[in-house]
Nanobody, 124 residues
């Protein structure tokens, strides 16, 4: 089992920044990719970004590309999501996820472990 704990969410004004963290524990060696997803009220969970533990390749959705940056600290089993130039449409619960395969990295169902989520609210 792998446990994931997110932190760093909060309320921020339009154009502001937040940094989310996801600390992984347990059988982390069994995971291959870490991802961030978000879910707004009444909407489906959507892919935000992902990073491979090995090699550090990163992937982004078009809606956050050039504004968000995903990074990882292998030694601490922690993944970060730096969010800049935040917009009201970024408001959602953000979830960290861990998967055992790179296949379908943008698909929520392909991930095996999930955190409890952290709320991000962007006010105008």
């Amino acid at each position: 089992q792998v446990q994931l704990v997110e932190s760093g969410g909060g309320l921020v004004q339009v154009g502001g920044s937040l940094r989310l963290s996801c600390a992984a524990s347990g059988r982390t060696f069994s995971t291959y990719i870490m991802g961030w997803f978000r879910q707004a009220p009444g909407k489906e969970r959507e892919f935000v970004a992902a990073i491979r533990w090995s090699g550090g390749s990163t992937y982004y959705s078009n809606s956050v590309k050039d504004r968000f940056t995903i990074s990882g600290d292998n030694a601490k089993n922690t993944v970060f999501l730096q969010m800049n130039n935040l917009k009201p449409e970024d408001t959602a619960v953000y979830y960290c996820a861990a998967g055992r395969t790179i296949m379908g990295f943008s698909i929520a169902a392909k991930y095996d472990y999930w955190g409890q989520g952290t709320q991000v609210t962007v006010s105008s």
